[in-house]
């Protein structure tokens, strides 16, 4: 069965930090660019990130350019999302996805070009 699980999402308190995983099992993810997304409560998913195949590439929304960093093991079938300075507006389910033959570079890829999809994890930025 081919899928992508997330983890690593929890509770933090503003300023905080978290670093989310998304593991493949079923199929290597070497072909594949992997994008973060989220969707916070009443609000439509956005994208935060995405990671070229190779992890040579990288692109950030705005809103989180400076804070977020996203990296690949391929060795280990997983892409990570580190959070630092995490805000209140952060709060969302965060997913992770995989985009086979896509390149990540200058801008952040549609999500209707990705074919596999996390079930999501939750990250609550709260004092």
């Known amino acids: 069965q081919l899928q992508l699980v997330e983890s690593g999402g929890g509770l933090v308190q503003p300023g905080g930090s978290l670093r989310l995983s998304c593991a493949a099992s079923g199929f290597t993810l070497d072909y594949y660019a992997i994008g973060w997304f989220r969707q916070g409560p009443g609000k439509e998913r956005e994208g935060v990130s995405c990671?070229?195949?190779?992890?040579?590439?990288?692109v950030y929304a705005d809103s989180v350019k400076g804070r977020f960093t996203t990296s690949r093991d391929n060795a280990r079938n997983t892409v990570y999302l580190q959070m630092n300075s995490l805000k209140p507006e952060d709060t969302a389910v965060y997913y992770c996805a995989a985009a086979l033959y896509k390149y990540c570079s200058g801008y952040l890829i549609p999500k209707r070009e990705y074919n596999y999809w996390g079930q999501g994890t939750q990250v609550t930025v709260s004092s």
């Open positions: 990671i070229s195949s190779s992890g040579a590439s990288t």
